[in-house]
């Protein structure tokens, strides 16, 4: 049995291309899923419907004013959600422990913000060693990576805690599995690349990763400024 993981910012909830969007989420037919700017508005119902077709029945969805951008997740199976950390924005950031075939799964879905912002977010998951020993992933737009290994240019502001996460016992997935690849899943208007979404795993999750990549053609096609991550599990 295959588990689907698929992880996306949809630009500014979707839009005029909100069909297509809806489209491809149906085609990759995730058992879970996570949306980065997801928006509360009137493009918010052809999401929902999709998420009905598809039986991600268990959904959490933050309240939050339209025009803001929320974390969206949604599953298959039963899940039980909670923030991160007060003081963390709990639209941006949510934990989802998930009733998965193959016992509890610790999804850390985020959206997290730029530079300093980013940093206590950053510096919360690297503290949460009891997690390092259960199947559990982080994942969705970090806003981070290591500079001209994730990127084309020296501009990530908290490199040192995004590193300190990968000595403490996260593995990221899609870089554990393409050494040496050069893929960037968001492009600047000047045309410099930038590996903002990732998916880390722990030990005894990463092991059951079958296959993770981008799908750059969502985002080469304009549907989003993103390319989708998608990531399977036995």
């Given amino acids: 049995m295959i588990l689907r993981v698929m992880s996306w910012n949809i630009l500014q909830g ?8 809806v489209d491809a989420l149906e085609a990759f037919e995730p058992a879970v899923l996570t949306l980065q700017e997801y928006r509360h508005g009137r493009q918010s119902g052809h999401v929902i419907d999709a998420l009905d077709r598809l039986s991600l029945v268990h959904r959490h969805i933050p309240a939050n004013k339209p025009g803001k951008n929320s974390v969206l997740i949604a599953s298959r199976y039963p899940l039980v ?19 998965a075939p193959r016992g509890p799964l610790d999804v850390l879905a985020a959206h997290l913000p730029h530079k300093r912002e980013q940093r206590p977010y950053l510096e919360f998951l690297a503290d949460q060693r009891a997690l390092v020993d259960t199947p559990a992933m982080i994942i969705g737009d970090l806003n981070c990576g290591i500079p001209f290994e994730d990127s084309d240019t020296r501009t990530f502001e908290n490199t040192h805690v995004f590193q300190s996460l990968l000595k403490r016992g996260w593995t990221d997935s899609w870089r554990s599995r393409h050494h040496s690849a050069r893929e960037f899943s968001w492009i600047s208007h000047r045309g410099n690349g930038y590996r903002y979404d990732h998916c880390l795993c722990t030990d005894s999750l990463d092991a059951r990763v079958r296959s993770v990549h981008y799908e750059h ?5 304009g549907l989003s400024d993103h390319s989708a991550l998608l990531v399977e599990l036995d």
């Fill in 81 to 99: 959600v909670e923030p991160w950390q007060d003081g963390l924005d709990a639209a941006l950031a949510i934990r989802a422990s998930i009733d």
């Fill in 217 to 221: 053609a969502l985002r080469e096609s």
């Fill in 14 to 21: 979707g839009g005029k291309r909100i069909e297509g969007i």
